[in-house]
C-alpha cells in the first residue's frame, strides 16, 4: 500500500459543543494520510492517474467552511469519507487537532482510521 501524506493542514471551521464556539470559524490542524496504489502513476507521470493533493486540500476547505460540527469525532467522520468516497482512496488516516482550546493545553484532537 502506498500513502500520500498532508501535514499541518490548517482549515478555518466553526467546531465545538458550546454555541458560542460555534459562532466564528477557528482554526483547525489535519494531518492525513490517504492509502491509494501508485503503480499506474508512477509508469504514467501523470495527475489523473493518482490523487491530485491540491483537490483534496481544496475541497476539505471547501466543506469545512459550509459545514458546522459539534463534535471533532464528527467532523473526523465527514473528512474520511469524502476522500474515500470522491478520491476513491484504500483508507485514510486522520489526526484532527484543535490547538489553544484549553488553558495550558496545546491542542485536543482525535485519530481515526476508515478504509473502503
Known amino acids: 500500500m502506498d500513502t500520500i501524506f498532508l501535514e499541518q493542514v490548517k482549515v478555518q471551521t466553526k467546531l465545538g459543543v458550546p454555541d458560542w464556539e460555534r459562532t466564528v470559524p477557528q482554526t483547525i490542524i489535519l494531518d492525513i494520510e490517504i492509502g491509494y496504489d501508485f503503480t499506474h502513476a508512477c509508469r504514467t507521470d501523470a495527475i489523473e492517474d493518482t490523487i491530485d493533493y491540491g483537490r483534496v486540500v ?39 487537532s484543535k490547538p489553544g482550546i484549553l488553558p495550558g493545553l496545546k491542542a485536543l484532537g482525535i485519530s481515526i482510521y476508515r478504509s473502503a
Open 58 to 96: 481544496a475541497r476539505i476547505r471547501e466543506t469545512l467552511a459550509e459545514h458546522s460540527f459539534k463534535l471533532v469525532e464528527a467532523l473526523g467522520e465527514h473528512v474520511c469519507q469524502l476522500i474515500l468516497q470522491e478520491f476513491k482512496a484504500q483508507n485514510v488516516q486522520l489526526k484532527v
